[in-house]
């Protein structure tokens, strides 16, 4: 998984309880690393010549990840987590539309960094994918009360 790629090999069982844990262990994996911007590279190829090779955003691979864990357990939202979740969609969409206001590109999505070019620009989006991520943790910890609540934390009968 050093690619932050996301193989799927549930071992044993596939119920569902276990493709959610499966999925959890995952996440919690990609959370274990240093959060970093995505960046280039150039590394040399087998024919000697160099190539330029994208290293994934971590943030974003951590983001992603926490999607797919909220789309599988978003059938079992209790009333708490439902409230908690509609907070944490309303910050992330005051803080793309504060990011989007305040760029420089007439843009009405937010684009990958090479397309913003100003210097302060840079330092908007790094400020937003940052507050983006801590928004993603704290669904991500919201999601793992929610498991608690519902009893998926049990390890052989005893919780931890």
């Known amino acids: 998984m050093s690619d932050g790629t996301m193989e799927v090999s ?17 996440v919690s994996n990609l959370a274990y690393v240093e959060m ?32 797919i864990l909220k789309s599988l357990v978003l059938p079992k939202f209790d009333k708490e987590i439902k409230e908690k979740y509609i907070k944490i969609e309303e910050k992330l969409r005051q803080i793309k539309k504060i990011f989007i206001d305040a760029s420089s590109i007439e843009e009405e999505v937010i684009l990958g960094e090479g397309f913003y070019e100003d210097p302060n620009d840079k330092v908007l ?18 999601i793992s009360k929610l498991l608690s609540r519902l009893n998926y934390l049990e390890i052989g009968g005893a919780t931890y």
């Open 10 to 26: 549930f071992g044993r069982g596939n119920s569902f309880k276990e493709i959610v844990m499966f999925m959890l262990h995952k």
């Open 125 to 142: 989006l790094e400020t937003y994918k940052q507050m983006k991520l801590e928004l993603y943790m704290e669904l991500f910890e919201e």
């Open 36 to 67: 970093r911007g995505g960046y280039y590279t150039t590394a040399e190829s087998k024919q000697g010549t160099e190539k330029e090779i994208y290293v994934q955003d971590t943030r974003e691979v951590f983001i992603n990840g926490v999607k």
